[in-house]
């Protein structure tokens, strides 16, 4: 199973490069790569720097939407990025966060999501397609990257497979929670004639170690309060977590609970809709989270369970994740 961790782009495109390379040097297997446009630096610009940095990462976009970058910038990128990767670069697409979020839009549906990344690949191929003004190809196409497809919902995790060569899959740590995803992998896979065995699945997942769980819960929040807001209810009424309807936006945080740029009002804002025992059971069930023997049993679970990567997350936006990645050394390198 490979580690993976995510890089926030919340510096300078050259810091971020370092850390990466520095992830690299620790034994890490992948770098992932949020897609915002107002809360982080370009993407694709940290990917390209990225890629002439370091050797031998994997470099991922986890994940980029098909809205606010048309499917023909998106190929010009992936070929861009793929002339220094040397094959190292893996692009997640998802239906749209605070990337469209923010400028109300709705997020992709499916039948747009599967024509668009269908467009992509074809442009890559060096194909000619239809672009609304008459026939187009992309220009010195390159070979197209593996395709991975942000799925939490059942619908979408049996979809999935249909459309995208790896599925990523927003937290959900728990026994019960990766066999049902998995389960319906599997079946989507089946539906698309592939052996569920060559769908690589991703699970992106907070962690957070430390020695003093009670204390550092609280932490852990506003994630699942936002997780309420953002279609995840039903998976946390599966886990008997139960929390507090909440509007779409919160006054006073900015952009959002999940990337709120002061962590601690976001704290004390959930704190009146998450109780401690709510937090402790949504850490248990979608976190990486405990004392080190804890988050390493759980990761041995979860390799066990067949899961392709582990996706590391901060708690946080806007730091890049050094004590994350210094805490989970032993891991990566192993």
């Not at 019960?176 to 079946?187: D, F, G, H, T, V």
């Not at 052996?195 to 957070?208: G, I, T």
């Not at 309807?245 to 945080?253: D, G, M, N, T």
């Not at 066990?304 to 050394?329: C, I, K, N, Q, T």
Request: charged fraction near 25%; hydrophobic fraction near 45%.
């Amino acid at each position: 199973m490979r580690i993976g961790i995510r890089v926030p782009e919340c510096a300078r495109a050259d810091a971020v490069a370092d850390f990466a390379r520095e992830a690299e040097r620790l034994g890490y297997d992948g770098v992932w790569f949020p897609d915002s446009q107002l809360l982080w630096r370009d993407v694709w610009v940290v990917a390209a720097l990225t890629a002439a940095r370091t050797e031998r990462v994997r470099i991922g976009i986890a994940v980029t939407n098909v809205e606010t970058r048309h499917p023909t910038v998106i190929a010009s990128a992936i070929r861009t990025v793929q002339d220094l990767a040397r094959d190292r670069l893996v692009v997640g697409f998802g239906a749209g966060n605070s990337s469209l979020g923010l400028l109300g839009i709705d997020p992709t549906p499916r039948a747009r999501m599967h024509e668009r990344i269908d467009l992509v690949r074809g442009l890559l191929r060096g194909d000619d397609r239809e672009l609304g003004g008459g026939f187009g190809r992309l220009r010195d196409a390159t070979v197209a990257c593996p395709i991975y497809l942000a799925a939490g919902g059942p619908r979408n995790l049996r979809f999935a497979p249909r459309l995208a060569e790896g599925v990523i899959v927003p937290g959900g740590v728990s026994d019960a929670l990766l066999s049902r995803s998995l389960k319906l992998i599997a079946e989507g896979a089946r539906e698309a004639g592939r052996p569920a065995e060559d769908v690589p699945v991703v699970v992106s997942a907070f962690a957070h170690i430390t020695d003093d769980p009670e204390r550092d819960v609280r932490l852990l929040k506003p994630i699942c309060a936002a997780m309420s807001v953002a279609g995840g209810g039903a998976a946390l009424a599966a886990e008997g977590i139960q929390v507090e309807s909440l509007p779409p936006r919160v006054a006073r945080v900015y952009p959002d609970l999940l990337h709120a740029e002061d962590w601690e009002l976001a704290v004390r804002l959930a704190d009146e809709l998450v109780s401690d025992e709510t937090a402790a059971r949504f850490a248990e069930a979608f976190c990486l989270f405990g004392s080190e023997g804890d988050v390493a049993a759980r990761l041995a679970g979860m390799e066990a369970a067949g899961v392709s990567e582990v996706l590391l997350r901060h708690v946080g936006s806007y730091d890049l994740p050094y004590s994350l990645m210094e805490a989970f050394v032993p891991v990566a390198a192993r």
